[in-house]
């Protein structure tokens, strides 16, 4: 069935959370597939089970060896949430492109990654050797002892380096069938699995005190270099070159920093003691991978249910029903869909993919250019992603770094929200009416009785947001909402018994390879800004800034926050520039949630701002339209968002701290605002066309009405008023509409 379809229920939207395939994704059948499946259900699974404290000895009295014992260590949990997640993505991703025809296993390429089997072997069994000393013979890893420095050296960290730098090497050549697994990447995955055995090992002895200093053990540098490795090659995989390329550049920072002039120089620091140091909770192990191993993949699990359950699928035919006959219809559905898909889902491009492969093509046959489609789609999935109370796990991400509760975070957020959704409905509607669009028909649409029928399946998201405001944990919640996912779904007619929660949970490990990577390797940068010291010469820069003007040091905040974030999916770009920009601002005099608010809208946006526009292009490749000028287009489209957070700067009550009367006024003040904003990018204002002038005039009385003062508001609404006179006594008409 085409999803643009009615199916005989009269839903709308069939399959629109399916996960699709990235193009250098593997696809498997038979036992393969079979065992990748359980790991990743299992994986999934594993996550859910320590976070609540639960294990199989716990609930049935029995105890399995080898099993861990929940919960776990914080930095061990840590480091099995990142090599596991390394283990399916080499398993999953290709290095390389598949292969378009049968090449014979003869192919010098298929045989290159043969020989790092050896010493990733090699490295593996030595990390073994030291468990049996530490754990059974008492051995106390201090790293001092001559015999012990050799061994770590030369039986584990030089053959784990060879065997990683030249898997990665060959990797890249390697090329297969689609359903096909290289030795190279078999390699990896020992590699990896020997990085987290060896850290899991010495971690658990004296040498944890000892990092960052002369007296860490040599093993832990070099498993960290190849752990480094490893993530940057997985993060290529999963989220292209961007991240990798900024990391890299960090990284090399550390290095040339004490030959660099001015506030960019650095002490020096050798490369021993920086690796000790990147895989701990101050870099690698720290915020970030603490985000994606509890909130993140909690979440994750939480969208699989949902998907399972078929209530994404609801939330659309809801949106469909509820919006379909406005003009421009599909539009304003791709608004309400991907508020609420966007919110769960941790990535603005995903988010495009999921609901954008259903509103693109409706939104081309109701009228709208496929530029304008696309970029209509971008705006609103980007807009997820500051949609209270999940924000795309961004809420939570704030709350671990800020130490504001989540509670608070989420209550401020949601007027930023409300303006920027607020501000693409405005930006959608006034084209469709300068288009002359009409809405869908009747007959094109759900049934709206039918869906209000089944509004139990709201539940799910109306328990998580319950009991967060209740106080329970986020852990807990949920934790709550996804067993209530499963519950609801006994209701329709998808109901999950067994089989269906073994799928979600395996689909549920899959979807998070890519966001625990990119976090992890965030974490190479927070640990290089960390250690270097760069982000309070950053701090200084601004207030040197600030003396001559606070607004140009806002400004140019906002830029390297945007430049940190183009290309990178929202968790790693606020996470980066939070660990920059976000002091700075904070040592200028701004409050700290208003500072990090600041940040995270704009790290969000980078995802639609040219020249690098993750969403913009995922819609252009729906659309086919040109990337760059739909990714234009979406800067247009989400105007607002470039402005709002200069709003609640100047205007805190916009972040909900004020009285009742300050809240509403500002609330009320900034929509008018944005309806201003809006008419004036696109050119339309109560039913006038306004000439070029007049809409510049528009955006000023825009700005004066959003910056919050009483003298200004009055002065933005007179202004309003004498532009619709002046537009429709006084100059040439320009008012009809053109059929679309």
Same mark, same amino acid.
């Given at each position: 069935?085409?999803?643009?379809?009615?199916?005989?229920?009269?839903?709308?939207?069939?399959?629109?959370?399916?996960?699709?395939?990235?193009?250098?994704?593997?696809?498997?059948?038979?036992?393969?597939?079979?065992? @990748?499946?359980?790991?990743?259900?299992?994986?999934?699974?594993?996550?859910?089970?320590?976070?609540?404290?639960?294990?199989?000895?716990?609930?049935?009295?029995?105890?399995?060896?080898?099993?861990?014992?929940?919960?776990?260590?914080?930095?061990?949990?840590?480091?099995?949430?990142?090599?596991?997640?390394?283990?399916?993505?080499?398993?999953?991703?290709?290095?390389?492109?598949?292969?378009?025809?049968?090449?014979?296993?003869?192919?010098?390429?298929?045989?290159?990654?043969?020989?790092?089997?050896?010493?990733?072997?090699?490295?593996?069994?030595?990390?073994?050797?030291?468990?049996?000393?530490?754990?059974?013979?008492?051995?106390?890893?201090?790293?001092?002892?001559?015999?012990?420095?050799?061994?770590?050296?030369?039986?584990?960290?030089?053959?784990?380096?060879?065997?990683?730098?030249?898997?990665?090497?060959?990797?890249?050549?390697?090329?297969?069938?689609?359903?096909?697994?290289?030795?190279?990447?078999?390699?990896?995955?020992?590699?990896?699995?020997?990085?987290?055995?060896?850290?899991?090992?010495?971690?658990?002895?004296?040498?944890?005190?000892?990092?960052?200093?002369?007296?860490?053990?040599?093993?832990?540098?070099?498993?960290?270099?190849?752990?480094?490795?490893?993530?940057?090659?997985?993060?290529?995989?999963?989220?292209?070159?961007? !991240?990798?390329?900024?990391?890299?550049?960090? !990284?090399?920072?550390?290095?040339?920093?004490?030959?660099?002039?001015?506030?960019?120089?650095?002490?020096?620091?050798?490369?021993?003691?920086?690796?000790?140091?990147?895989?701990?909770?101050?870099?690698?192990?720290?915020?970030?991978?603490?985000?994606?191993?509890?909130?993140?993949?909690?979440?994750?699990?939480?969208?699989?249910?949902?998907?399972?359950?078929?209530?994404?699928?609801?939330?659309?035919?809801?949106?469909?029903?509820?919006?379909?006959?406005?003009?421009?219809?599909?539009?304003?559905?791709?608004?309400?869909?991907?508020?609420?898909?966007?919110?769960?889902?941790?990535?603005?491009?995903?988010?495009?993919?999921?609901?954008?492969?259903?509103?693109?093509?409706?939104?081309?046959?109701?009228?709208?250019?496929?530029?304008?489609?696309?970029? @209509?789609?971008?705006?609103?999935?980007?807009?997820?992603? @500051?949609?209270?109370?999940?924000?795309?796990?961004?809420?939570?991400?704030?709350?671990?770094?800020?130490?504001?509760?989540?509670?608070?975070?989420?209550?401020?957020?949601?007027?930023?929200?409300?303006?920027?959704?607020?501000?693409?409905?405005?930006?959608?509607?006034?084209?469709?009416?300068?288009?002359?669009?009409?809405?869908?028909?009747?007959?094109?649409?759900?049934?709206?009785?039918?869906?209000?029928?089944?509004?139990?399946?709201?539940?799910?998201?109306?328990?998580?947001?319950?009991?967060?405001?209740?106080?329970?944990?986020?852990?807990?919640?949920?934790?709550?909402?996804?067993?209530?996912?499963?519950?609801?779904?006994?209701?329709?007619?998808?109901?999950?018994?067994?089989?269906?929660?073994?799928?979600?949970?395996?689909?549920?490990?899959?979807?998070?390879?890519?966001?625990?990577?990119?976090?992890?390797?965030?974490?190479?940068?927070?640990?290089?800004?960390?250690?270097?010291?760069?982000?309070?010469?950053?701090?200084?820069?601004?207030?040197?800034?600030?003396?001559?003007?606070?607004?140009?040091?806002?400004?140019?905040?906002?830029?390297?926050?945007?430049?940190?974030?183009?290309?990178?999916?929202?968790?790693?770009?606020?996470?980066?520039?939070?660990?920059?920009?976000?002091?700075?601002? @904070?040592?200028?005099?701004?409050?700290?949630?208003?500072?990090?608010?600041?940040?995270?809208?704009?790290?969000?946006?980078?995802?639609?701002?040219?020249?690098?526009?993750?969403?913009?292009?995922?819609?252009?490749?729906?659309?086919?339209?040109?990337?760059?000028?739909?990714?234009?287009?979406?800067?247009?489209?989400?105007?607002?968002?470039?402005?709002?957070?200069?709003?609640?700067?100047?205007?805190?009550?916009?972040?909900?701290?004020?009285?009742?009367?300050?809240?509403?006024?500002?609330?009320?003040?900034?929509?008018?605002?944005?309806?201003?904003?809006?008419?004036?990018?696109?050119?339309?204002?109560?039913?006038?066309?306004?000439?070029?002038?007049?809409?510049?005039?528009?955006?000023?009385?825009?700005?004066?009405?959003?910056?919050?003062?009483?003298?200004?508001?009055?002065?933005?609404?007179?202004?309003?008023?004498?532009?619709?006179?002046?537009?429709?006594?006084?100059?040439?008409?320009?008012?009809?509409?053109?059929?679309?």
């Amino acid at each position: 069935m085409s999803q643009d379809v009615q199916n005989n229920d009269g839903a709308i939207a069939e399959g629109v959370d399916e996960v699709t395939a990235a193009s250098n994704e593997r696809t498997f059948s038979g036992i393969i597939k079979l065992v @990748i499946f359980v790991f990743a259900g299992l994986y999934a699974a594993f996550h859910v089970a320590a976070l609540n404290g639960l294990s199989i000895s716990a609930i049935t009295g029995i105890t399995i060896p080898f099993l861990p014992t929940l919960p776990l260590e914080t930095w061990n949990y840590r480091i099995l949430h990142i090599a596991g997640a390394l283990t399916l993505g080499f398993f999953t991703y290709s290095a390389a492109r598949f292969s378009t025809s049968a090449i014979k296993n003869s192919n010098w390429r298929h045989l290159a990654g043969y020989p790092f089997l050896v010493p990733a072997l090699l490295a593996l069994a030595t990390t073994f050797f030291f468990q049996y000393q530490i754990s059974a013979q008492g051995v106390m890893w201090n790293g001092l002892d001559a015999d012990i420095k050799f061994n770590e050296t030369y039986y584990f960290g030089l053959p784990l380096l060879i065997a990683t730098v030249g898997a990665i090497v060959t990797s890249w050549f390697e090329q297969r069938e689609r359903d096909a697994i290289p030795v190279s990447d078999v390699v990896l995955v020992i590699c990896a699995i020997a990085v987290a055995s060896y850290l899991i090992s010495i971690y658990g002895t004296f040498a944890r005190n000892a990092t960052g200093t002369p007296f860490a053990p040599i093993g832990i540098s070099l498993a960290a270099v190849s752990g480094t490795l490893l993530l940057l090659e997985m993060t290529r995989r999963v989220a292209g070159l961007a !991240l990798v390329i900024i990391a890299a550049v960090f !990284l090399s920072y550390v290095f040339v920093g004490p030959m660099m002039p001015g506030f960019l120089k650095t002490p020096e620091i050798g490369w021993a003691r920086f690796f000790s140091q990147v895989y701990t909770d101050a870099g690698i192990l720290g915020q970030t991978t603490a985000v994606s191993s509890t909130y993140i993949i909690l979440f994750i699990v939480f969208a699989a249910f949902l998907q399972a359950s078929k209530v994404g699928d609801y939330f659309v035919n809801f949106a469909f029903a509820a919006a379909g006959r406005a003009r421009g219809g599909p539009a304003k559905v791709s608004i309400f869909a991907s508020g609420l898909m966007g919110m769960i889902n941790g990535t603005s491009a995903g988010n495009v993919v999921a609901t954008g492969s259903l509103t693109i093509p409706l939104m081309k046959r109701v009228g709208y250019d496929r530029r304008v489609a696309g970029a @209509i789609e971008a705006g609103a999935s980007t807009g997820g992603q @500051i949609m209270p109370p999940i924000m795309g796990a961004g809420a939570f991400i704030m709350a671990e770094i800020t130490g504001v509760p989540y509670s608070e975070i989420a209550i401020a957020a949601i007027i930023p929200a409300i303006l920027y959704f607020a501000s693409i409905y405005f930006m959608v509607d006034f084209e469709a009416a300068k288009l002359g669009m009409r809405g869908m028909r009747e007959d094109e649409l759900p049934k709206l009785n039918k869906l209000l029928r089944q509004a139990y399946l709201f539940v799910p998201i109306i328990i998580l947001i319950y009991a967060l405001f209740m106080g329970y944990s986020v852990i807990r919640a949920g934790t709550l909402a996804t067993v209530a996912a499963a519950v609801v779904s006994w209701l329709t007619p998808h109901r999950m018994g067994l089989r269906a929660v073994g799928r979600a949970f395996s689909m549920a490990g899959s979807m998070s390879i890519q966001i625990i990577i990119v976090c992890a390797c965030a974490g190479v940068i927070v640990g290089v800004i960390s250690l270097t010291g760069v982000g309070a010469r950053f701090s200084n820069l601004l207030l040197g800034l600030a003396s001559a003007s606070q607004f140009l040091a806002l400004v140019f905040a906002m830029l390297i926050s945007i430049l940190l974030g183009m290309g990178m999916p929202t968790t790693a770009a606020y996470a980066v520039a939070a660990s920059v920009v976000a002091p700075g601002l @904070i040592n200028l005099g701004i409050e700290p949630l208003t500072a990090h608010f600041f940040v995270f809208y704009f790290a969000v946006v980078s995802a639609i701002t040219p020249p690098v526009a993750l969403a913009s292009y995922a819609a252009a490749g729906i659309s086919g339209s040109n990337p760059m000028e739909t990714s234009m287009a979406s800067f247009k489209i989400g105007i607002s968002a470039f402005i709002v957070p200069f709003m609640f700067f100047y205007n805190s009550a916009l972040l909900m701290d004020g009285t009742v009367f300050e809240i509403a006024s500002a609330l009320a003040t900034a929509l008018v605002g944005v309806f201003l904003l809006s008419a004036g990018a696109q050119g339309w204002f109560w039913g006038l066309r306004p000439v070029w002038y007049l809409r510049l005039t528009l955006v000023v009385s825009a700005l004066l009405l959003i910056s919050g003062g009483l003298i200004s508001d009055a002065a933005g609404l007179l202004i309003a008023v004498a532009v619709f006179y002046l537009q429709k006594y006084f100059v040439a008409d320009q008012n009809l509409a053109t059929p679309a």
